[in-house]
């Protein structure tokens, strides 16, 4: 089975401008949780999508957004690019909204804000 | 609320050492956890996961880790490390229950250094 995939895997933007990344799921993963890693902040949740639904939402202003596509890939958007913004921004998927069941997480996407 | 804390943002052994990474977690249910392996330019790998069966958990690559539940840990060993072990490596905890409440919450990472 081919893992998580996401798209693109770098990207270099400027201050103000938005940006969309792009995540594909396990096949038959139906739910799917984004991450940012930063050196200063470590690891934090970002949303979570389970059937098109945001089902959480982690402590980020509103200019992070996100959403959920029939086949379950997922797409998140950041308007108004911060110098703050640059981080690692991992998807992770898994097959149900169980605490126990396992995230899978892709390789992620580089952002860097200029 | 729930939080993950990781003794010792460094931490080296030499090849054929013990791995001790450590995790203390604070929750006021005993929570699932994880310990989650990141390699340089990498997404994050599953080691291993506590979700109230046995305490002692044995995950990939040889590694294990117990929980205790009156020391509030969730400690990561190796008996023995190889050079291919030098990663980061991440503690998390999430609530134990299904829900809108799902996430995990992530310690702030043990570099693991492997010396010759």
């Given at each position: ?38 050196p200063?902040q ?54 149900g ?13 580089r952002?860097?804000?200029? | ?32 956890l ?11 790998q ?7 069966a ?7 690559n ?21 050079m ?14 299904s ?13 693991l250094?492997?010396?010759?």
């Amino acid at each position: 089975k081919a893992g998580v995939t996401q798209t693109p895997r770098y990207l270099i933007k400027t201050r103000g401008q938005q940006v969309t990344l792009s995540c594909s799921p396990i096949s038959g993963h139906r739910s799917v949780s984004w991450y940012q890693q930063t050196p200063g902040q470590g690891l934090q949740f970002l949303f979570e999508y389970f059937s098109e639904t945001q089902r959480n939402k982690g402590n980020f202003p509103g200019r992070f957004s996100g959403r959920q596509f029939s086949n379950s890939r997922s797409e998140m958007n950041v308007s108004t690019l911060e110098l703050g913004d640059s981080a690692l921004y991992l998807c992770a998927s898994s097959p149900g909204t169980g605490a126990y069941n396992e995230q899978f997480f892709g390789p992620g996407t580089r952002l860097t804000v200029l | 609320a729930q939080s993950v804390t990781q003794l010792g943002s460094h931490v080296s052994v030499s090849e054929g050492a013990l791995v001790l990474l450590r995790c203390n977690y604070s929750s006021s249910v005993p929570p699932y956890l994880f310990w989650y392996v990141q390699y340089p330019n990498q997404g994050l790998q599953l080691l291993l996961k506590y979700t109230s069966a046995a305490t002692l958990v044995k995950g990939i690559n040889g590694f294990e880790a117990e929980f205790k539940k009156s020391e509030t840990s969730f400690h990561l060993t190796k008996p023995s490390a190889h050079m291919s072990d030098a990663a980061e490596y991440f503690c998390a905890v999430s609530p134990p229950y299904s829900g809108s409440a799902r996430q995990l919450t992530f310690g702030s990472g043990t570099q693991l250094t492997v010396l010759p």
